[in-house]
């Protein structure tokens, strides 16, 4: 009896990492499609703001996939399938370009736009990713020190020789280095002091009850004044209401982000909001 039952348990098992396997494989047919049709991949940008003003001072561009007949399919679901293949090196390509072509849409418009993208391990990790990117910003002549480069510690600590490598040589063309997620991986002092990053981006997590929670508080205010004291820019990501931005406010963080400023839109409805102090000199 119990023999049967196990070997039932068993077959359906089986049957589940099949319908798994096969459900990734034809994910990555579609995404292989998606990346020769110009309108299934795109990228919604959402404000970065200073927290004090609430005054937008850049964008993180986020992907969007419209499937022709699924409708919407999620980052947090396509991108762990891409992040086991190649075809994330051609998707990251494909993103990076969509984002520069952007910001260089808004400099000759007249707008300095910053712009960070994100990045997956596999491809910061790929030796041909930093000279991937000078190309593309020689190709779409926007200046390097408009892009920055979120990656997860993860990535970071992965590989982190290789990673160090290639933030150095991304820092060569002028591309900023950004810790995403910050406090949810392994969080080391090690790479602090070493990885040449210029942001840290506290993890929704420990802000969405940053005005009701004393340990997410204490957190949060002691990871601005560490950001701070090594250089770098803190941006809390998550802020969904008026009481997170005023205790981030109080504690002195200097960017947010979060739908409580604005959620990821299209360029067209981000290009309204751009301030004038945005503005090319
Ligand atoms: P992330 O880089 O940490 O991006 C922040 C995510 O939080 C985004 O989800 C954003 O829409 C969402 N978000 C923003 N404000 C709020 C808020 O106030 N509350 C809540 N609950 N969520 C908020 P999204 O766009 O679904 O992206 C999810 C993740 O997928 C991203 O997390 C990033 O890791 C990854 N991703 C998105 N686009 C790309 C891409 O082009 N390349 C790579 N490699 N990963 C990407
Ligand atoms: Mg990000
Ligand atoms: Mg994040
Ligand atoms: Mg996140």
Known sequence: HEAKKTRAGFHRFREEQRQDVAARLSLLGELRRALDDPGQLT???????AVDT?????VEALARWTHPERGPISPADFIPVLEVTNLMHRFTEHVLLIALRQARAWLDAGH???IAVNVSSRSLLD??????????????????ELLSIEVTEYALMNDPDTAIEALHRLLESG???SIDDYGTGYSSMTYL????????KIDRSFVLDIASNHSSRALVASTVELGHRLGLTVVAEGVEDQEAADALREI????????FFAKPMPAEALTERLPATLLTA
Not at 135 to 144: I, K, N, R
Not at 252 to 259: F, K, L, R, W
């Open 252 to 259: 002195g963080c200097d960017t947010a982000q979060g739908y």
């Open 175 to 177: 591309v900023k280095g």
């Open 127 to 144: 030796p041909d990713f930093p000279g991937k990117v000078a190309a593309l910003l020689a190709e779409t002549g926007v200046p390097g």
């Open 43 to 49: 990228l919604n940008y959402q404000p970065k703001v």
């Open 54 to 58: 609430g005054e937008l001072v850049g």
């Open 193 to 200: 002091k070493v990885l040449p990053i210029a942001e840290l």
């Open 112 to 114: 300095r736009v910053p």
